[in-house]
């Protein structure tokens, strides 16, 4: 395994692959992996002769600071992991002065609306942050593929539009999200959850699979209701959203046209740890 911290020397080993003809694959992480994160990392390595994985908390898409402080660093543990997974890997561990090159700060994106609902509602600025240090890393590592999973389907609809519309040279995989055998979908911030909390989160799946499960029958103000009123009644955790959506342009959808696909999302606070999921209604 190859660990590298410079621009400047990552480049140069990743020009040595592409003049080889190698292909790339790129998984972008945070780190505190866990096998949602080895499950896009698989099929990089399935479908690419080396793989890049790059471990950087990015101070620029939080919005509250002490999130970003309580934010998992297991660092060594995954070394240890990707070691296991590919003795071939190639890891990026930015250094974010060098990322940035200069002062680490977001730039804002025209990202046609998209950043604007849900998650960008809820946390000001996070998706120029997400912009930016994906625009940053994707001309650090040039990869031919890089692999986003769907539990952030806003983000993997944002990161599809900054490619469409900055014409970046890579092509963007989603992946299935990867559920606990509870349903809870994997998540970093998920060992940040206190046992009770734990135990109480599958309720936000299930509550998904109700809501799809009305797709049918229902208005989207109908289903959006009962998942309100289920959360009113929950003694632990706490709604911020839930929104059915427009898959394409992620807006709030009135009612259903049939010739469109729709997701349900939803945002929950389980004690001070918030996550995120989503469900496709069709
Ligand atoms: O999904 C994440 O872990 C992050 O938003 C990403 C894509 C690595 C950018 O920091």
Redesign the pocket.
């Known amino acids: 395994m190859e660990v590298f911290t410079l621009k400047t020397h990552l480049g140069a080993r990743i020009e040595s692959l592409k003049n080889q003809g190698k292909t790339i694959g790129f998984v972008?992480?945070?780190g505190a992996l866990h096998e949602g994160h080895l499950s896009l990392i698989e099929q990089s390595i399935k479908e690419n002769d080396s793989t890049v994985v790059?471990i950087?908390?990015?101070p620029t898409?939080f919005d509250r600071k002490d999130d970003l402080e309580k934010y998992p660093r297991t660092l060594e543990r995954d070394l240890y992991l990707l070691e296991q997974t590919d003795k071939n890997m190639i890891v990026y561990i930015p250094v974010a002065e060098d990322l940035y090159q200069g002062t680490v700060e977001a730039k804002h994106y025209a990202l046609n609306g998209l950043d604007k609902t849900m998650e960008g509602k809820y946390r000001p600025g996070h998706f120029d942050?997400?912009a930016t240090?994906?625009h940053k890393?994707f001309e650090a590592v040039r990869p031919h593929k890089a692999y986003?999973?769907e539990k952030?389907f806003q983000?993997l609809r944002i990161?599809q539009t900054l490619v469409e519309n900055l014409k970046l040279p890579v092509e963007i995989i989603p992946v299935k999200i990867y559920r606990e055998k509870d349903g809870l979908a994997m998540s970093?911030r998920n060992r940040r959850l206190k046992p009770e909390m734990r135990q109480a989160a599958p309720f936000i799946y299930q509550t998904l699979k109700q809501a799809a499960s009305m797709k049918p029958n229902h208005s989207p103000g109908e289903i959006k209701r009962q998942v309100e009123l289920a959360f009113e009644k929950h003694p632990l955790l706490r709604l911020e959203y839930f929104e059915i959506a427009d898959e394409e342009n992620l807006q709030p959808a009135k009612k259903f046209d049939p010739r469109k696909k729709y997701r349900g999302f939803i945002a929950v606070f389980a004690g001070d740890v918030r996550l995120i999921d989503n469900i496709p209604l069709n």
């Open positions: 972008p992480t945070m790059s950087f908390v990015n898409q942050g997400v240090v994906v890393l986003f999973g952030d983000q990161i970093s």
